[in-house]
C-alpha cells in the first residue's frame, strides 16, 4: 500500500471489487505482456524474411562487382615424361613468399544491410630454390623446364583490375589465362610460361590490382609466407587459423603482419600428379587467413537485436505505469495498456521501415520520439496530468535511450546491461516496498 498521508486508501474509489485487487491487476498485466509477444516474434519473422531478400540483392551487387578474394600462388608447375609418351606436372611451392597489400573500402548501403567494396594493390614477391625433384623419383632428364610455368590465381576473375605482368630473374613477362595440357591446379587463374634454370633459383615479383567485396584472404604457400596488409576500415576482424603477429587498428585505418612457417600448412613443399591438393575445401580454410571488412554490428543486426528487448521495455513500461497508477491513486483500465503495448509494438515496424530507408541510428531516433510522445500524451490524458507526460517521456526515453547504448556496445555490452537491470530492480524494490499486497 503507497501512504501519501496516514493510511490513505490506495484508489479512490472506495467500493472495492475483485478487479481492484492489486495482485489480479498485475496477473492480468502479465498476461497482457505474454500475449504481446506473439505480435513480437511477427515482427522478427518479418525482419528475418526481408533480411534474406535484402541478401539476394546484395548477392546481385557483389556479383556485379566482384566477391571475397582469395590470393593464391604463385606455383612453379614443370611438365615432365614419365615415359616416352605421356606428360605429367610436378608442383613447386616457393621458399619465400612476401605479400604487401594495401586496401581502400568504400561502405555501400542497400536496404538494412551493409556492403563493403574495396580496391586494393596486391605485391607478390618471393624466391624459388633450384629445382631438385629426385625424391619425387623424377629424373633432371625428364623435366621438361624450357615449358615451366609460374602459376597464380585469386577467387573472383571480375575483380582484376589491370593486366598483370610477372617479373621473373628481371625479365618480364605478360601473364595469361591457363590453358592446354589438363592443367586445373586452380579452377581459373592466370601464367606465364618461361624456362626455369636448370642450376639455381630464381626470384618473381608482381602486382595485383583487385577489387572485391568483404573479405580479403591469402593462402599459405610458401615455406615462409609474410604478410602485411595496410587500409583505411577502422574496424577489421581477422579471419583464418592465423591470428597477425603484430596488428594495430584505429580512426585512421589498420596494419597487419603475419609471418607463418610451412610447419603447420596442409600440403607438402613440392609433389607431382595432383592439382587439385592445394584447392581442396580442406586444404584451403586450413592455410587460408586474412582480414574481413564487416561492420562490428550490421544494420540487420541491429534491428533484429533491438526487437529482441522488446519483452523488456514492455514490461518495464507496464510496471511504471501500474506504479504511477497506484502513487496517484487514479485506475488506469486494461483496454488503456493493450493500446499502450500496442504502440510499442507499432514502434518495431516503423523503426524497420525507416531503417530500409535512411538507416538504424536515424530510424531508431524518429521511431523513439513518436513512440515516446505518444505515450506520455496518453498516460497524461488518461490521469489528466502533463507532469505525468513529463514523468512517462523521462521513463521511455531512459529506457529507448538505454537499449540505444546496449546495441551499440560490443564485448561491454552484458555488463553494462547487467547493472542497469540491477538498478531496475532496486528502484521496483524501493517504490513496491510500502505496498500492501493483501489490500483490497
Known sequence: MIADEENAPIFENPKHTWYDSILVKLAIIAVLILLLLIPSEWIQSMIAERENSQQETLKSMTDAWSGSQLVQGPVLVIPYKPTATTNDFAYILPENLNIKASVATELHHKGIADITQYNSKVNVQGTFTKTDLTKLGINADQLMLDKARLVFSFSDMKGLKSNPAINVNGTIIPAEPIYADNLTIFKKGLQV?????????????????????????????????????????????????????????????????????????????????????????????????????????????????????????????????????????????????????????????????????????????IASVSTITLIAWFTSSLMDNKNVAFLFGAILTTFYGFIYTIIQLEELSLLIGSIALFVVVALLMYFSRKINWEKH
Not at 608482381?206 to 604478410?227: A, C, D, H, R
Not at 600448412?265 to 571488412?293: E, H, M, Y
Not at 483496454?335 to 516503423?350: E, P, Q, R, W
Open 193 to 365: 610460361v618461361f624456362s626455369a634454370p636448370k642450376e639455381a633459383g630464381f626470384s618473381f615479383n608482381y602486382t595485383l590490382e583487385l577489387k572485391g567485396t568483404n573479405e580479403l584472404s591469402f593462402l599459405q604457400i610458401g615455406k615462409t609466407t609474410e604478410v602485411e596488409v595496410t587500409g583505411d576500415w577502422k574496424s577489421p576482424y581477422y579471419t583464418g587459423h592465423y591470428s597477425p603477429d603484430k596488428s594495430k587498428a584505429d580512426a585512421g585505418g589498420f596494419t597487419a603482419k603475419w609471418k607463418v612457417l610451412d610447419y603447420n600448412r596442409p600440403f607438402p613443399q613440392q609433389w607431382k600428379d595432383n592439382d587439385t591438393l592445394i584447392t581442396s575445401k580442406t586444404a584451403t580454410a586450413q592455410a587460408a587467413f586474412g582480414v574481413k571488412f564487416s561492420l562490428p554490428i550490421d544494420q540487420y543486426r541491429k534491428t533484429m537485436r533491438t526487437t529482441k528487448y522488446s519483452c523488456l521495455i514492455i514490461l518495464l513500461t507496464f510496471v511504471s505505469l501500474f506504479l504511477t497508477e497506484v502513487i496517484r491513486k487514479q485506475r488506469v483500465h486494461v483496454f488503456n495498456y493493450i493500446l499502450i503495448g500496442a504502440a510499442m509494438i507499432v514502434y518495431y515496424t516503423l523503426l524497420l521501415s525507416f531503417a530500409e530507408h535512411l538507416g538504424y541510428d536515424v530510424a531508431y531516433l
